[in-house]
């Protein structure tokens, strides 16, 4: 067990912070936080200084008698963030050494290989003043954290709910983004060790650009498909003064984070878990990471009258193989056989305004994970089983469940069609649909099989 230390957190009102307060909190240490406002609603165990961070005397006060200080401040909706910033990271610098702190941790951003934006270099100047001070600090380095409170969170599940999206050029740069619970793991993870020097990147488990990243947003709030038109005199200018129009986001904030999309965030200096212990059940998948931050929750099984249809195909391969072959369904290297009739299915679910055939998967899809227009609903590595939902526009919810079983020398595939429909539509549509459904998912089944042997 960690032993009890005496942590500050500056930024402790931001959505990081709060997290990182409660969960400090719950390991046993003592907390206190520099607020600018009385008004800040954190835990009543929370010793809480009233202050401004830039202000020297209070830093001294706030972190007078810690072993941690954890930096979290970021000055972006100022128009001297980037000064204010600066002065903050040096007067802390002096306080915590004056105060015998044992170690700094600050949340800042990757650094890119090309020319950077005012917000991106303000981070990584910062980090820069952190580790050249007395105290040893460890700039722990993400480049897009997905959390419920972001910013940039909020930018995003915006622009995925349009029905018609401007695609400028700068939203084909790619990112790693991390999920807030894994950046609170490592966060955490700093405390109660020896003291660190140097920088951590914690990038969550896919490369995506920014535009997938809305598409990807979107089917997890299952928007309908939604039609992009090509923007190249799409300014970050333009994008900023409409969000600080169209939602709570400051136009300066807004502006700082889209002009930050002009390069590949991509991490380049040391992976966190390579020096700290790791998420215990590894890290967060992307879809995952945004359910938790959109307040998605994974679809549940379906309730009701249902009807099922069972199809089996007997394989050569052996169960192990044939699982891989049914975990690996989906996005461009596993497409749903026959492709035509779920591309047609797809084009059919776009018209009736639904998501339509999105292409992607995660690398090991789990529960609340997106697979083309399915999302997992649970995933049985000792069962050999997977179990999707529909989430095409239909009268009723349907369910796939694919299991992998042994049989002999070889291995059997059991796949199981569970419709449960909304009324008599969805009866209706069950029997119109089910001698092309019969056909569709007997080919599904058969090609898994050959699949598993290739």
């Known amino acids: 067990m960690t032993t009890p230390m005496r942590c500050t957190v500056l930024g402790a009102t931001g959505f990081v912070g709060r997290a990182l307060v409660s969960d400090l909190l719950a390991a046993g240490h003592s907390v206190r936080a520099l607020s600018r406002s009385a008004e800040h609603r954190l835990p009543e165990r929370v010793e809480v200084t009233l202050g401004d961070a830039a202000d020297p005397r209070a830093l001294e ?18 128009a001297d963030f980037a000064e204010r910033d600066r002065v903050i990271a040096g007067r802390l610098g002096v306080a915590a050494a004056g105060s015998g702190v044992r170690q700094i ?10 020319a950077t934006s005012p917000h991106l270099a303000s981070r990584s100047e910062v980090a820069d003043i952190l580790l050249g001070e007395a105290v040893p600090a460890l700039a722990v380095q ?5 959390g419920r409170g972001s910013a940039g969170v909020e930018l995003l599940a915006r622009t995925a709910r349009l029905p018609i999206r401007p695609r400028p050029r700068w939203t084909a740069r790619r990112s790693r983004p991390v999920a807030l619970a894994d950046v609170r793991h490592y966060l955490r993870a700093a405390v109660g060790l020896a003291p660190l020097r140097g920088r951590l990147d914690v990038s969550g488990p896919e490369t995506i650009s920014y535009h997938d990243l809305v598409q990807r947003c979107a089917r997890v709030l299952r928007r309908p498909a939604a039609v992009t038109l090509p923007s190249p005199l799409w300014s970050h200018e333009i994008a900023a003064r409409i969000a600080g129009l169209a939602s709570p986001v400051p136009a300066a904030v807004a502006a700082g984070l889209f002009a930050s999309l002009d390069h590949d965030l991509l991490p380049a200096d040391v992976p966190a878990e390579t020096v700290l212990p790791p ?13 938790a931050a959109l307040g998605a929750p994974v679809p549940a099984a379906p309730a009701g009258r249902s009807y ?28 749903f056989p026959p492709g035509p009739a779920w591309a047609l299915r797809g084009l059919l679910d776009q018209a009736l305004g639904g998501a339509g055939l999105y292409r992607g998967r995660p690398d090991r899809p789990g529960p609340g994970d997106v697979i083309d227009f399915w999302t997992v609903r649970s995933r049985d590595d000792s069962r050999r089983e997977l179990v999707l939902t529909a989430d095409m526009r ?61």
Do not use: C
């Open 61 to 78: 006060t706030a972190v007078a008698g810690a072993d941690v200080v954890f930096h979290l401040v970021h000055s972006l909706a100022r």
């Open 105 to 114: 941790v600050y949340l800042g951003g990757p650094r890119p290989v090309t």
């Open 308 to 335: 099922e249809e069972v199809d089996t195909a007997s394989s050569a391969a052996t169960p192990e193989r044939l699982w891989r072959a049914i975990t690996g369904l989906g996005g461009d290297g596993g497409r």
């Open 142 to 146: 993400a480049s897009m954290i997905l």
């Open 394 to 454: 239909l009268p009723g919810d349907a369910e796939l469940t694919l299991r992998a079983e042994p049989a002999g020398s070889g291995s059997r595939l059991r796949q199981r069609v569970r419709f449960t429909p909304a009324g008599r539509w969805g009866d209706a549509y069950w029997h119109l649909q089910k001698p092309a459904h019969d056909l569709v998912f007997g080919w599904l089944a058969r090609s898994i099989a050959r699949a598993a042997e290739a």
């Open 279 to 291: 998420p215990p059940a590894g890290p967060t998948s992307l879809d995952n990471a945004l359910r």
